[in-house]
């Protein structure tokens, strides 16, 4: 049962526009959601958290929504570069747990110029 | 760069072999995790140990085990290998104890690309 969902497998942008990844939980208990940017042949690279406590954070051209009651959220990148294609990685970490990261299965992001 | 280096970089086994991964953390991270991630799929949790003990673990068998070492180094051991085994194992530290709460992001290295056959 997957607890942490990224319905898309992939996403096309053109260069200069926005581009918006979602991730869909289940679980009630997460506490602390982060989105991780991937490379082939690297691993995840950390970039942007929230807080359950907060709706939005914002980094520089990236900007992530949560919205509890829907179980819901979203990873913002204005504007998007050919730089920025990689696989994205929404994760969640359990209320009460030792913090181990529940993944889901990532959408792959190509920003076409 | 992450600060977290993990070796080797790949790796070919035979089934039912044992293997050994190695992780070097950042300096004074004192959590460290271990992921598997199966083609097309997200990291999956393995365990997780903080200051040498074991202290978090996900629904993995026991011929996976760790260790972590004083020096800030970690490693991934599995007896028994099985086809399905085949993956990319990553490696996380965290300054605290709890990786993904408060500012205590996960940081990864590279990864080992383990292929049983």
């Known amino acids: 049962d997957q607890q942490v969902k990224q319905n898309s497998p992939s996403l096309s942008v053109q260069e200069g526009r926005i581009s918006i990844l979602n991730c869909d939980y289940t679980n009630s208990m997460f506490d602390y959601f982060l989105w991780y940017k991937k490379y082939p042949a690297e691993g995840p690279t950390f970039l942007i958290s929230i807080s359950s406590i907060k709706d939005k954070n914002e980094d520089g051209r990236f900007t992530v929504f949560l919205n509890k009651s829907a179980k819901h959220l979203s990873l913002h990148i204005v504007p998007s570069q050919p730089g920025d294609s990689a696989v994205y990685f929404c994760a969640a970490s359990e209320r009460g747990s030792q913090g181990n990261l529940i993944f889901g299965k990532g959408t792959k992001l190509s920003v076409k110029p | 760069e992450t600060g977290v280096t993990q070796s080797p970089t790949h790796l070919i086994k035979t089934r039912g072999q044992q293997v050994t991964l190695r992780c070097s953390s950042q300096?004074?991270?004192?959590?460290v995790s271990w992921y598997q991630q199966a083609l097309g799929q997200g990291p999956q949790f393995i365990f997780q140990y903080y200051r040498e003990e074991e202290n978090g673990r996900g629904n993995f068998p026991p011929r996976f085990s760790g260790l972590q070492f004083p020096n800030y180094s970690s490693e991934l051991n599995v007896n028994a290998l099985e086809l399905d085994d085949s993956a990319l194992y990553l490696c996380?530290?965290?300054?605290?104890?709890?990786?993904?709460?408060?500012?205590?992001?996960?940081?990864f290295g590279q990864g080992t690309r383990l292929t049983v056959v």
């Open positions: 996380a530290s965290s300054l605290g104890a709890r990786i993904g709460g408060g500012n205590t992001e996960a940081f």
């Open positions: 300096s004074g991270h004192n959590t």
